[in-house]
């Protein structure tokens, strides 16, 4: 009976040191006291990779909606919702805007949306948001409210202050072409004009385009395959953004303006042919101005019917991200309509060297994405032999002044629009 109680015992010290070496284990862990709280209802893209939700806390049609519009598609991190402020306030009209939103960049973008609609009238009635963020970083909105007693030139401070540099989301490569394709699918007019959340359209381009539209009678003709391109410049940070194009030329006589991608990718809009289009004189009523050439390396901004093809979601980060969306407009036939009062600017220049650590590495990755699958996947499904360019050596933008010359035919660029009497390079 002694020995029977003794092993009870026994059994029992085991079981509590268990307990408590189980207790220390704990106790020892790292844990947060605030738990992430994942959003509920959304979808998925077709890799499966990333998570979707549309219309994030949507607030209805505005009752002056018409079908027969343009809208904005446009997209970003955190770090750049301020700049809706000024492009809501120049568009007036409606803007589809996806929010790149992995883990906790979610709490403070739903925070953002609510301070931006009180503050904003002109987001509040026209802006629809959409959140994307990856599987495997879900948005953790567990910190919902932080922003919330922000004033609004606060939170604007906070937004600009963020912290990301383009291209670098806490180590998570940026999806610009999900995104751009979630804003696509968000625009609930006919026609939509996509640009980067910092470039800003001239003032009036929406009711003007508009009135081209209804003149020559392209609403519901869903056969016009012509988008309609917008010339793109870039201005000095702290310059005043021009109205119109007469204002514009008056910035690049001054030197405040200059084309877009001037120092790092001119030849990215070279088709945009900007001798012949500033002297072209602005007029009353917005129309084409000439039909431009499809080139390899064109990057266009443009107004489009909604039922354009949309953009292929393996590029990721830096290059051939758009490039590879023109490509198949021009294998579709598409032309390219330049417009004569029409423009986008960027907010600041660009400079070379102001770029994100892995953008060589980012470039050439896609470079092999678009030459070797890519290209290939045009020609299977529109079953043509044509293509958008041959293959070209692989030489990343800062080399190519001392590289051997391009395998097949390559156009050459000079290193400033403003100075062609510079020595040639390879195409990008």
Excluded at 17 to 23: G, P
């Amino acid at each position: 009976m002694v020995c029977l109680r003794v092993n009870l015992l026994t059994k029992l010290g085991v079981l509590v040191l268990f307990q408590v070496a189980a207790l220390i284990i704990y106790n020892s862990q790292d844990i947060d006291p605030e738990p992430s709280v994942h959003l509920a209802g959304d979808t998925v893209d077709y890799s499966a990779e990333y998570r979707i939700i549309q219309f994030y806390k949507h607030q209805g049609i505005p009752q002056d909606y018409t079908y027969h519009d343009v809208s904005i598609a446009t997209q970003c991190s955190v770090n750049h919702l301020h700049h809706l402020v000024e492009l809501a306030e120049r568009w007036k009209g409606p803007i589809s805007c996806t929010v790149f939103a992995p883990n906790l960049d979610a709490s403070y973008a739903d925070d953002a949306i609510d301070i931006l609609r009180k503050c904003f009238s002109d987001i509040r009635k026209y802006v629809y948001f959409h959140l994307v963020y990856p599987a495997q970083h879900p948005a953790d909105v567990s910190k919902v409210g932080v922003w919330q007693d922000l004033s609004c030139s606060a939170l604007l401070d906070k937004l600009q202050n963020y912290g990301y540099q383009n291209y670098v989301v806490g180590n998570i490569p940026f999806p610009h072409n999900i995104l751009r394709n979630v804003a696509r699918k968000g625009v609930i007019t006919e026609f939509v004009l996509l640009i980067d959340i910092d470039t800003m359209p001239n003032l009036e381009l929406r009711q003007e385009f508009n009135n081209f539209a209804y003149r020559h009678s392209l609403f519901g003709l869903l056969t016009e395959q012509t988008v309609f391109v917008v010339a793109a410049f870039e201005i000095k940070k702290g310059i005043k953004m021009p109205s119109n194009k007469t204002e514009l030329l008056s910035g690049i006589r001054t030197g405040t303006v200059r084309t877009f991608h001037n120092e790092t990718c001119w030849w990215c809009h070279r088709s945009e042919n900007f001798d012949l289009w500033r002297k072209i004189p602005q007029v009353s009523n917005l129309e084409v101005a000439f039909y431009a050439d499809w080139d390899k390396s064109w990057e266009p901004f443009y107004i489009s019917h909604r039922n354009v093809p949309l953009f292929d979601e393996r590029f990721k980060q830096y290059g051939f991200d758009r490039i590879q969306q023109i490509c198949e407009l021009h294998i579709a036939g598409y032309k390219f309509a330049v417009l004569n009062n029409a423009f986008v600017v960027h907010h600041g220049w660009k400079f070379r060297g102001n770029f994100y650590a892995n953008k060589d590495k980012d470039n050439a990755q896609n470079w092999i994405l678009f030459n070797y699958h890519f290209k290939d996947d045009l020609q299977k499904k529109y079953n043509t032999n044509r293509t958008c360019s041959p293959v070209e050596l692989w030489i990343p933008p800062g080399k190519r002044r001392s590289a051997p010359q391009p395998i097949s035919h390559g156009r050459g660029v000079v290193a400033s629009r403003f100075k062609p009497n510079i020595l040639k390079e390879g195409a990008r």
